[in-house]
């Protein structure tokens, strides 16, 4: 087990280069770090899920600023995800610690998150630079109470996982025609409102709990303040990049790490 000092130095750096990788990929690097918080920094269960959600409070603001700065908030969309991701994460959070305490159930549902999500990484491509923003056909897009519903769904998976749900709700919104530089700003404004909404939850529960529910402050502030350089950094060398490729590793990788969690649920 790593001293304090070095957990939130390793984690502070993992988190940064996790960030880097994928941001320019549309995903926020969440997704990756709470395996990384069980197998590396020892984070115990369920205390990891908020710790998670900490790093999404602690990162996401610089990128929802700077979609701010350039007139893109999410407008009628956030405030849709929103309704829906709150309670959702606060259903889940409330799941993942009177229901999902086990490490074999909880490892069963990760790999259910992680191996989808992996796959649709590495199986899409993502719009060509250069390229208008397609026009939603008004067939397409999903009405209001359905956003609602299917945020309120992903928001509870990202309660009991630990993710804000962006890189769940972002392809299915573009998927369905509504346009990238709407749902951007959207998906990561629902990720800062839920996951302090999951935080919060969290911390009421561990009031009443014996086993460690809170998160791990000193190890979520460090995975915070290094997702955050890495999303800026990310963000800034998107066009450099090729994003395909990155989208491509990083759903193997995804995969992988999901495959290996199914393992682990299935023979212990």
């Known amino acids: 087990m790593l001293g304090q000092g070095w957990t939130d130095a390793v ?3 993992a988190a940064c280069l996790l960030a880097v990788i994928a941001t320019p990929a549309g995903v926020s690097g969440a997704v990756l770090l709470l395996p990384f918080q069980v197998s590396v920094l020892g984070t115990p269960s369920p205390a990891v899920t908020p710790t998670n959600l900490l790093y999404n409070v602690i990162a996401t603001p610089g990128a929802i600023y700077r979609y701010w700065r350039q007139g893109q908030t999410g407008g009628r969309l956030a405030a849709s995800l929103i309704a829906g991701t709150v309670p959702g994460v606060i259903a889940g959070s409330v799941i993942r610690v009177e229901l999902l305490p086990r ?4 490892d069963l549902v990760v790999a259910a998150v992680l191996i989808p999500l992996g796959i649709w990484l590495a199986l899409t491509r993502p719009p060509r630079a250069g390229l208008p923003d397609p026009t939603p056909s008004a067939g397409g897009r999903l ?3 359905v956003v609602v519903t299917l945020a309120a769904i992903v928001g509870c998976i990202g309660g009991i996982y630990g993710i804000g749900g962006g890189s ?8 369905t025609g509504r346009r990238p530089a709407e749902v951007a700003p959207a998906a990561l404004s629902s990720t800062f409102v839920t996951s302090v909404a999951g935080v919060i939850t969290f911390l009421v529960l561990s009031s009443r709990q014996h086993a460690p ?5 000193s190890t979520g502030i460090a995975l915070g303040i290094g997702g955050l350089a890495g ?6 060398i998107q066009a450099k990049l090729p994003e395909l490729a990155i989208r491509r590793v990083l ?3 995804v995969v992988i790490i999901g ?3 199914l393992w682990s649920g299935l023979v212990t």
Request: hydrophobic residues 50%.
């Open 259 to 261: 495959v290996r969690y």
């Open 143 to 145: 009405a209001t109470p």
């Open 251 to 253: 759903g193997v990788l």
């Open 11 to 13: 984690a502070l750096l």
């Open 231 to 236: 999303a800026y950094s990310g963000a800034r």
């Open 168 to 175: 769940i709700l972002s392809p299915i919104l573009i998927g």
């Open 103 to 106: 490490q074999r159930t909880f």
């Open 213 to 217: 529910v809170a998160p791990d402050w």
